[in-house]
């Protein structure tokens, strides 16, 4: 059965679990916590084993298909948790899940993460799955859902707000769900009386502004496609007063990693790259999506930009080095602005 992330905690409550789950989605909070709350089921049931596999570029699935064939020596009940962050387990890993799904073992789940999903991912695995399991989809919220997500937010926490504070909430947070649900978790903290709907005046007193304009969120726009966006913000810093040479160390440490990342992606290692650079698992996807838009050499040439527009900042060439940034900012998001950085 294909569930949405609103039913799936119902669906949990009413029936013993599935032998497969396979949670899908572009949203890495709402991926996180669907899956959180399989696990938590798991453990209430008796799952006191978890095994866990990443799944990258040659990835042997016939030592997933040994393990859910074994028998286990602490457990009788185990949890699987395969992580396929591209949502893609070729032929080799579809035709194991099939397998999996047709003759699933007795007291064994598997849960599958994926943090990209569109139709083209869907094959005969996935309805495998839906034949068995259930499969939870989710997409990016898109900004007229975002209220209405913070409404149901904010009534799981047992608070509720007026419509006006509601859009003040979704102005501070600009999109950002993970932003947004450290705010609602604060302000259940923080109000007293949670009979009261929050207004706009408290929400402006309570709420930190997440969405203030940062070098930390400019080089995440950037690395998510989203040119406009960075565009935006770095306007926004430059109107707060902020120096080029000081936005540009982190800019180039961004760019240097993704230099790493991508030589490593070329030989099917990024998983276990990114994981040596430390990168989050929720922003795996962005950083994963950025090396494929671009070619190593490109990032080479990004990281030799990131030098020259530092230089120019600080007075040792020739340039505005603002406009330079934002080009560089622009050819990082647009896979077809290569020529941006010569014009």
């Known amino acids: 059965m294909e569930l949405k992330p609103d039913r799936l905690e119902r669906q949990l409550a009413g029936e013993p679990l599935r032998p497969v789950y396979l949670v899908a989605g572009a949203e890495p909070l709402i991926v996180l916590e669907c899956a959180d709350a399989i696990r ?3 453990r209430e049931e008796g799952y006191g084993e978890r095994e866990v596999y990443d799944v990258e570029a040659g990835f042997d ?8 064939a074994s028998m286990s ?12 962050p591209t949502g893609k387990p070729g032929k080799e890993g579809s035709e194991a899940l099939r397998e999996y799904c047709e003759n699933p073992p007795p007291d064994t789940v598997l849960l599958i993460t994926a943090q990209e999903w569109s139709k083209q991912h869907a094959g005969k695995w996935s309805e495998a799955i839906t034949r068995v399991g259930h499969l939870v989809t989710m ?11 913070l409404q ?8 509720v707000a007026t419509p006006d504070a509601v859009r003040r909430l979704a102005d501070r947070v600009e999109g950002n769900l993970l932003a947004a649900a450290q705010e609602v ?25 997440s969405s203030r304009f940062d070098v930390f969120k400019l080089v995440d726009a950037a690395l998510a496609g989203e040119s406009a966006r960075a565009v935006r913000m770095l306007s926004a810093l430059r109107a707060e007063g902020e120096q080029v040479a000081g936005l540009m ?3 180039a440490k961004e760019v240097l990693t993704l230099c790493a990342l991508a030589r490593a992606g070329s030989g099917g290692n990024l998983m276990s790259a990114m994981r040596e650079a430390r990168i989050w698992e929720s922003k795996q996807a962005v950083y994963r999506r ?28 020739d340039g505005d080095p603002w406009l330079m940034l934002e080009r560089l900012l622009v050819s990082i998001a647009e896979a077809r602005a290569r020529n941006l950085l010569a014009s």
């Open 40 to 42: 938590a089921k798991a």
């Open 61 to 68: 699935w016939n030592s997933l298909s040994r393990g859910l």
């Open 73 to 84: 020596l602490f457990s009788s009940r185990r949890l699987f948790d395969l992580r396929l």
């Open 139 to 149: 997409y990016s919220l898109k900004p007229h859902e975002l209220g209405d997500w």
């Open 152 to 159: 149901r937010r904010l009534r799981s926490r047992g608070l």
């Open 185 to 209: 978790d604060k302000l259940a903290l923080l109000v007293a009386d949670k009979r009261e709907a929050i207004d706009l005046a408290q929400m402006e007193a309570l709420v930190a502004d």
């Open 249 to 251: 160390p982190m800019v």
């Open 290 to 317: 950025a090396v494929e838009r671009h070619p190593p050499s490109r990032w080479e040439a990004f990281a030799a930009e990131c030098g020259r527009i530092d230089r120019t900042a600080k007075g040792r060439g």
